[in-house]
């Protein structure tokens, strides 16, 4: 008997995680606990104590020594590795692909930079022995501070992604000078980490001369191409396994030292290693989001309306390495202006290689930029949710092209009726409950939304049982379930008939996890493998649908039918393919619908906080975020996202800073007990609201990207709120009370 369609539909639906079960019972395996590849000695790194020069000399007997030590590797006896090339790889994809080699000479190019490893048949032994080493530098004079060297910036060849750096359109300077309300502010944000709550971790085994590594990767293709190129050998000869990763973030989207060196100790000792990276040592050697400068210059009507929109961006790179966060590319595509200027320039400092930060550029972009729009409403008198809506471009402002959908009004207003946005009092500092200011403010968000070439092999056995397999990830985000779901609406299964196998880079090949884009690009390839396969069961010899048109074929409840005749799955199986059906499907890079169509996901936050007289502390008290990210694939899932992301821009706007040492450069609060992030206390009332308009130009399925999306603009919200409650605007972030403190005298007063 068929059930009815709505039985069938999963996409969409708050699914539980298919895989939650394993993870809270402890039986789902990260990096550092996998055990199939039997007993493994463990790796120690020791770190430089400087930041810039060369080791004169390094002692390392004592170390060699040590109970339980196998093995000591420096740059006198690391295997031979190529060098690590130029600061600007000549291609975008390079990043991903070139040597990363360590431990490879005496230069020290950053503070706790590897310059040994010591393993042995303990974590504990290998500590221990680390510590005996003595290392002898020449240090050099190193640059660590942004703000004070803006006069040394320089252009970059391209922003993240390959972006152009700047951006004209129109005459800016003309139109600025000669504006009726002209605003030029700039803001500061600070470094911050990743800090997921899986450190960067490797398990390495040579078979031979082929290479298994148990990573903790966003990006499988990613870790094979970098260890291959560093260790020499082809992309072919190397396997990657990242079944379950704890967080990203951005923090494993390439390969770090403990990658590498578990790689190269594991040839030497012809056994397995692993090798972690601690918590202090992730801040120096797992990548940051650089500290940045941002100068917000706009010029508008009387009544509001943008007639010059300008921003630059000044950000921290390596001086070995470079990296530019597309800080300023959101605002090409965000309000309408004529007159348009954005330009991003690079200082450099000697620090480690930035690297991708959840929403990157959007994140510290919006931040300051949609706190510049909230300062420019209360120049021109408008309510700041007006002064968006009269600037709202009828097309991409820079690109010409159609949006291939927005919502970002209908967000904005959706939020405001649900949130009581019409209680907010205009006037700063107006609003008291006792010694307690209270504010409201809000802000838009906006990310690209993007595709990435991804394939997928699905299989059906003669009971009708599905097996999804790719090399995708799932860095906690709910891949297994929203696969298992499309896979299951798709082939008319239940949820219980579909197995997802993930992060192995024997499976094909996907974008992996990261950008936003993993959703859509995997799903989209697994409907491409599903469609194949009911292609297949259809054309089977003996099937009783070899005449039907298959897009008439409706699978669903666990049966094939058309018209009046149904059949059960799993007996057509049984009868026309009994040793079972197998099928690829991909789905190509972004093409013809991304150059026709300017591709974004939008949202609007809306914050409520307390701020104390007496002692400048802000407390929330609640939340909201409307969300237009086109189809929504698990309402449950997603939701979690979108708070996660509340939750960090909460952090971002409040507390999360990397304080560095500029005169050594050193991060000092490098660890999560003074590195302050959010925690359920600082947290109020969240409420996450859908607005779902499928896009059929982003892929077959209509989804975008949401991820990041409920970082951007979300710490606005809240220092918006902050102003309103207060009328104390800090533009240094993040906004913490000795900053309000500073302005509060005359309110308390």
Not at 253 to 270: E, M, W
Not at 445 to 453: F, S
Not at 719 to 732: F, I, P, S
Request: proline content about 6%.
């Amino acid at each position: 008997m068929t059930t009815s369609t709505q039985d069938s539909r999963f996409i969409g639906q708050p699914v539980d995680r298919v895989d939650g079960r394993l993870k809270v019972t402890g039986r789902a395996t990260y990096a550092y606990e996998q055990t199939e590849a039997g007993q493994a000695v463990h790796g120690y790194i020791l770190g430089a104590s400087i930041a810039k020069g060369k080791i004169l000399d390094i002692d390392d007997r004592d170390a060699q020594r040590a109970p339980g030590v196998l093995y000591v590797m420096t740059h006198r006896n690391a295997p031979a590795q190529p060098a690590f090339g130029p600061a600007v790889p000549p291609n975008v994809p390079d990043v991903f692909t070139r040597a990363r080699p360590a431990l490879a000479n005496d230069r020290v190019r950053y503070y706790d930079e590897p310059v040994a490893l010591v393993v042995a048949k303990t974590f504990e032994a290998a500590r221990a022995a680390a510590r005996l080493i003595r290392v002898r530098y020449a240090e050099e004079k190193a640059d660590f501070d942004l703000v004070s060297r803006l006069g040394q910036a320089y252009t970059p060849p391209r922003v993240n992604a390959g972006m152009a750096p700047d951006s004209a359109v129109g005459e800016f300077e003309g139109a600025f000078k000669g504006a009726a309300v002209a605003l030029d502010v700039t803001y500061t944000t600070p470094y911050q980490s990743h800090n997921p709550m899986e450190p960067q971790a490797t398990i390495a085994v040579w078979r031979s001369d082929d290479l298994t590594v148990y990573a903790s990767a966003q990006t499988l293709n990613n870790f094979r191409a970098t260890l291959a190129s560093t260790l020499r050998i082809a992309p072919e000869r190397i396997r990657v396994i990242s079944p379950y990763i704890g967080g990203g973030f951005g923090a494993k989207l390439i390969p770090h030292a403990d990658g590498i060196l578990a790689a190269l100790a594991a040839r030497v000792l012809q056994r397995p290693v692993k090798v972690a990276l601690t918590r202090q040592q992730m801040y120096a050697n797992a990548g940051y989001r650089a500290a940045m400068v941002h100068q917000l210059r706009l010029g508008a009507e009387p009544d509001g309306r943008l007639i010059a929109m300008g921003y630059d961006v000044y950000s921290a790179t390596s001086r070995f390495e470079e990296f530019c966060e597309q800080t300023a590319v959101f605002a090409r595509h965000l309000y309408a202006a004529p007159n348009r200027l954005t330009r991003h320039r690079l200082v450099p400092v000697d620090l480690n290689r930035g690297e991708w930060m959840r929403s990157p550029g959007e994140a510290p972009g919006m931040l300051a930029f949609e706190c510049g729009m909230d300062e420019l409403a209360e120049r021109v008198g408008l309510d700041p949710i007006e002064l968006r809506v009269r600037n709202e471009p009828d097309q991409d402002p820079e690109r010409g092209v159609p949006f291939s959908t927005r919502n970002l009004v209908e967000c904005m207003r959706t939020g405001a009726e649900r949130f009581g946005w019409e209680r907010r009092h205009p006037k700063p500092a107006s609003v008291r409950e006792g010694r307690k200011l209270i504010g409201i403010g809000m802000a838009a968000a906006i990310r690209p939304n993007y595709i990435g070439a991804s394939s997928a092999r699905v299989a059906i056995d003669a009971q009708g049982r599905v097996t999804v397999s790719m090399d995708m990830t799932d860095i906690g985000t709910g891949t297994y379930t929203i696969l298992t779901q499309v896979a299951a609406e798709s082939l008319g299964v239940p949820m219980s008939a579909v197995r997802v196998r993930l992060g192995d880079s024997r499976y094909p090949r996907t974008a992996g996890s990261g950008g936003s884009w993993g959703a859509a690009s995997a799903t989209s390839a697994v409907l491409a493998a599903c469609q194949a396969i009911k292609r297949q069961i259809a054309e089977a010899a003996g099937s009783p649908y070899r005449e039907a048109d298959v897009a008439t074929l409706r699978f669903a409840g666990g049966n094939v039918s058309v018209g009046d005749q149904s059949e059960s799955i799993a007996a057509l199986m049984a009868r026309v393919a009994p040793g079972g059906l197998q099928a690829d499907g991909s789905v190509g890079p972004m093409g013809e619908p991304y150059k026709a169509y300017s591709q974004h996901s939008y949202g609007a936050h809306f914050v409520e906080v307390e701020v104390d007289i007496d002692t400048g502390e802000i407390r929330m008290r609640r939340m909201l975020s409307v969300i237009g990210a086109g189809r929504i694939l698990n309402a449950k899932t997603a939701r979690s996202q979108i708070l996660g992301g509340m939750v960090w821009g909460i952090g971002s706007a409040l507390m999360e800073q990397n304080l560095l040492d500029t005169r050594h450069g050193h991060f000092v609060n490098h660890d999560l007990a003074e590195n302050l992030v959010p925690v359920n206390g600082d947290i109020a009332q969240m409420e996450v609201v859908f607005l779902e308009l499928p896009d059929e130009n982003a892929n077959p399925l209509g989804v975008k990207g949401l991820g990041e999306l409920g970082v951007c603009g979300a710490g606005a919200a809240v220092a918006n709120a902050v102003y309103n409650a207060t009328g104390v605007r800090v533009r240094e972030f993040p906004v913490t009370l000795d900053k309000v403190m500073a302005g509060l005298g005359e309110v308390a007063a």
